[in-house]
T-cell receptor, first 111, second 115 residues
Framework: GQQLNQSPQSMFIQEGEDVSMNCTSS?????WLWYKQDPGEGPVLLIA?????ELTSNGRLTAQFGITRKDSFLNISASIPSDVGIYFC???????????FGAGTTVTVRA | DVKVTQSSRYLVKRTGEKVFLECVQD?????MFWYRQDPGLGLRLIYF???????EKGDIPEGYSVSREKKERFSLILESASTNQTSMYLC??????????????FGEGSRLTVL
């Protein structure tokens, strides 16, 4: 699958700060997903987006499916220590059955 | 609660050894996947299976094979382990394959070190 360009690669944030990360591609995707991997665990789905322009929230998390279908972003508001982990974006194209993953954003929270 | 279980969390093997990584899911999912996770490279698909005894190559199948004799079990095999196969291996399952939700359920991972 095509690698997605995810940025930033890592970030150190202060507890209580808002965090933003994004994912871009040269290809169009019909589904964008955001996963989180806690230390020592497998990734878990946070948010799924199925429609261009869609803005979806899950608690302190907000994600958007870009209008061009080539990008997505994830925001975390008021970060807390348990937000530590690796966040992956993933995309699925309509003519494919394999998810393409970004390289991940490693988040470390300073108390 | 959905569960994907990988048999070994940590393995240390020597170059040339045969390695088996086992994965079992209890969700009656048709589709199962093996990914490899390396820093800076994200998750790369090695093989997947959409039915018993069916398999498809992913993006990096070289040096690996798989076996799916039962619906709930998907095994990854390294016929002759090499040091460049030192990595974290993640098994996943899903209900839908094409044009579906895209949601994968992952196991906790197996960290393999090849000396």
């Amino acid at each position: 699958g095509q690698q997605l360009n995810q940025s930033p690669q890592s970030m150190f944030i202060q507890e209580g700060e808002d965090v933003s990360m994004n994912c871009t591609s040269s290809s169009i995707f019909n589904t964008w997903l955001w996963y989180k991997q806690d230390p020592g665990e497998g990734p878990v789905l946070l948010i799924a987006l199925y429609k261009a322009g869609e803005l979806t929230s899950n608690g302190r998390l907000t994600a958007q499916f870009g209008i061009t279908r080539k990008d997505s972003f994830l925001n975390i508001s008021a970060s807390i220590p348990s937000d530590v982990g690796i966040y992956f974006c993933a995309g699925l194209r309509s003519n494919d059955y394999k998810l393409s993953f970004g390289a991940g954003t490693t988040v470390t929270v300073r108390a | 609660d959905v569960k994907v279980t990988q048999s070994s969390r940590y393995l240390v093997k020597r170059t040339g050894e045969k390695v088996f990584l086992e994965c079992v899911q209890d969700m009656d999912h048709e589709n199962m996947f093996w990914y490899r996770q390396d820093p800076g490279l994200g998750l790369r698909l090695i093989y997947f299976s959409y039915d018993v005894k069916m398999k498809e190559k992913g993006d990096i199948p070289e040096g690996y094979s798989v076996s799916r004799e039962k619906k709930e079990r998907f095994s990854l095999i390294l016929e002759s382990a090499s040091t460049n196969q030192t990595s974290m291996y993640l098994c996943a399952s899903s209900l839908f394959l094409a044009s579906g939700s895209g949601e994968l359920f992952f196991g906790e991972g197996s960290r393999l070190t090849v000396l």
